[in-house]
């Protein structure tokens, strides 16, 4: 069983509310600090806290997503970032001051302490008291999202499924039933068209607001410098997602061509996107939860035995949800838990394929998390999602060989490294369009429903528009960017999976290459958690992170010539 490190500075048995915690801020805030030791000392006592408030926060938000229909737990949650978080803001500000203003400030190690450094007099440059009440408001609303599409469910043949499950259908070679289905899933969303547009039309006024607050022209702006984005611009993204429509969407082009030619079909329509083409049922790696949990452990092991024991630790925990149900938030995460040292793996299992795919990406956040927990500063656990999908993505890749833990007939673990490696290059467009089509969003704040409507179909088609025939089917067409929690959510996180996709196919390559010294890079770079620039961990993998047309081609045409040997 993981034991969680002994708190030094903080009661082991602190209640985390705010008469409790507002003791220990002032504290921190009064202390007097006499030498670089006494400093260093601060910024450990402070990291404890901060570890213990993200830990306590961390439950909060599990326990509510795993029952989206339990009003305490909502509660529980909303007191957190309602009563806890507005308070500690000015006080954490007040704390990076003290930093920065303190005597010893420059006899710090600059080299260990860079990027931490960096962030701090980041966030002393964005930070308005104003912003404080609006960060607020923007919690608790961005939150109803997961309510409003955790309640979504469709009837199919007298039975009541989460969309989730009722995509499996979609998989299956009866394309009339494919179709009742798809149209099924479709209507549900197309229900709550409205409510999301109305809810998002709030987000987007409240983080223009922000924006505005902090000087900037638009939340775009904000957003670049809020996320510490020091090592790429708006325009190097809009380059990237110029690499992805030249270099990938012509093979991707190709492959739809090829499935509608083996599905006989006039026109590929949205329901014939995910049936196998080989006219055979859809691959099922694992009958249960428990048993794709087993099987990854498994997996895991087969790479290396200390990446299967992190999986086998957290079932041995219970930190793991992985069963689709109604009333449960919708996708998936890996949440670090930052006292503890582990994370919780949270998705919405519905026995497919895709699920396998969500497992091993997951595991490799988590694996990430056990390899930074003993990292000095709480804060040198925050990796940027550049580094943290890089874990994530490469993990998919790497593991591939060891899928027949999965699969005991050769034909269909093929098959399941072909949709694997099609899906890596799928997810690049994808990126690109939800990445522009917020760039689009934040810099035209005033837009309207139908304005951002027509915005999402121009941004969308040069893409491939899924490589479908949308005609009919406008409407479904125009809504599919509500399906996308990130836009809600945590905006302007998903160009990062592009990025890390380009870089975990090149983590792949070296893995191909030389096993043994591909998953050493690997594993030394993600050691590093947030101590080093993005270019450097990169490097650390033995990689480069360079998303230029040429790049993407050279990794593109790796990607093709391992689908053209299976």
């Given at each position: 069983?993981?034991?969680?490190?002994?708190?030094?500075?903080?009661?082991?048995?602190?209640?985390?509310?705010?008469?409790?915690?507002?003791?220990?801020?002032?504290?921190?805030?009064?202390?007097?600090?006499?030498?670089?030791?006494?400093?260093?000392?601060?910024?450990?006592?402070r990291s404890e806290l901060e570890a213990a408030l993200e830990e306590d926060f961390a439950w909060r938000y599990i326990r509510?997503?795993?029952?989206?229909?339990?009003?305490?737990?909502?509660?529980?949650?909303?007191?957190?970032?309602?009563?806890?978080?507005?308070?500690?803001?000015?006080?954490?500000?007040?704390?990076?001051?003290?930093?920065?203003?303190?005597?010893?400030?420059?006899?710090?190690?600059?080299?260990?302490?860079?990027i931490y450094l960096r962030g701090v007099k980041k966030s002393l440059e964005l930070f308005r008291e104003e912003n404080i009440p609006v960060f607020t408001e923007i919690q608790v609303e961005q939150q109803k999202y997961q309510g409003i599409t955790?309640?979504?469910?469709?009837?199919?043949?007298?039975?009541?499924y989460t969309l989730e499950q009722a995509a499996v259908f979609l998989k299956g070679t009866d394309r009339n039933k494919r179709q009742e289905v798809w149209q099924k899933i479709t209507e549900r969303r197309l229900q709550d068209k409205s409510k999301l547009d109305e809810l998002f039309n709030l987000l987007r006024g409240l983080r223009h607001k922000v924006a505005l607050n902090a000087g900037f022209e638009n939340f775009r702006d904000y957003m670049f410098q809020a996320l510490g984005r020091f090592d790429y611009t708006p325009q190097d993204c809009y380059s990237f997602h110029q690499a992805i429509e030249k270099e990938i969407v012509p093979i991707l082009q190709k492959q739809a061509k090829k499935r509608q030619e083996a599905l006989q079909l006039e026109a590929l329509k949205p329901w014939d996107t995910d049936v196998d083409i080989s006219g055979k049922p859809a691959l099922k790696p694992f009958n249960n939860g428990a048993e794709l949990v087993d099987k990854s452990i498994a997996c895991f092991n087969k790479i290396n035995p200390y990446l299967g024991e992190r999986l086998a630790i957290m079932k041995e925990n219970g930190l793991f949800d992985v069963e689709s149900r109604k009333g449960k938030a919708p996708g998936g995460y890996n949440y670090?838990?930052?006292?503890?040292?582990?994370?919780?793996?949270?998705?919405?299992?519905?026995?497919?394929?895709?699920?396998?795919?969500?497992?091993?990406?997951?595991?490799?956040?988590?694996?990430?998390?056990?390899?930074?927990?003993?990292?000095?500063?709480?804060?040198?656990?925050?990796?940027?999602?550049?580094?943290?999908?890089?874990?994530?993505?490469?993990?998919?890749?790497?593991?591939?060989?060891?899928?027949?833990?999965?699969?005991?007939?050769?034909?269909?673990?093929?098959?399941?490294?072909?949709?694997?490696?099609?899906?890596?290059?799928?997810?690049?467009?994808?990126?690109?369009?939800?990445?522009?089509?917020?760039?689009?969003?934040?810099?035209?704040?005033?837009?309207?429903?139908?304005?951002?409507?027509?915005?999402w179909k121009q941004i969308y088609t040069p893409f491939g528009a899924g490589f479908v025939d949308w005609t009919g089917l406008e409407a479904a067409e125009e809504n599919l960017w509500q399906k996308q929690l990130h836009i809600f959510e945590v905006p302007f996180y998903y160009i990062e999976y592009g990025m890390a996709q380009l870089g975990a196919i090149a983590v792949w390559k070296n893995y191909k290459e030389n096993p043994e010294k591909g998953l050493q890079q690997y594993l030394d770079a993600l050691k590093l958690g947030y101590t080093k620039t993005i270019k450097e961990i990169y490097a650390t993998a033995g990689i480069k992170f360079d998303f230029s047309v040429a790049y993407v081609k050279e990794l593109a045409e790796f990607v093709s010539t391992e689908l053209e040997k299976l």
């Open positions: 069983m993981i034991q969680k490190k002994p708190r030094k500075y903080i009661p082991a048995n602190l209640e985390i509310k705010w008469e409790n915690l507002e003791p220990i801020y002032q504290e921190l805030t009064d202390r007097a600090i006499n030498s670089v030791e006494d400093l260093e000392h601060w910024l450990h006592d509510m997503t795993c029952d989206t229909t339990d009003e305490a737990l909502l509660q529980q949650f909303q007191y957190f970032a309602t009563e806890i978080e507005p308070k500690t803001a000015p006080y954490n500000n007040g704390l990076n001051k003290k930093l920065v203003d303190s005597q010893y400030f420059n006899d710090l190690d600059h080299d260990k302490y860079f955790g309640s979504m469910s469709v009837h199919i043949d007298e039975k009541e670090p838990l930052s006292e503890t040292g582990a994370p919780f793996i949270f998705m919405n299992s519905a026995n497919t394929f895709r699920d396998l795919t969500t497992m091993v990406h997951e595991g490799g956040h988590a694996v990430h998390t056990f390899l930074t927990a003993d990292l000095e500063l709480n804060d040198f656990k925050h990796c940027p999602s550049e580094v943290a999908e890089l874990a994530s993505m490469s993990m998919e890749l790497i593991s591939m060989d060891n899928w027949d833990v999965y699969f005991d007939n050769e034909e269909d673990l093929k098959r399941a490294k072909r949709d694997q490696l099609v899906d890596v290059l799928k997810t690049l467009p994808w990126v690109a369009v939800v990445d522009q089509f917020q760039h689009w969003i934040y810099t035209n704040p005033n837009h309207t429903d139908a304005d951002r409507t027509e915005a």
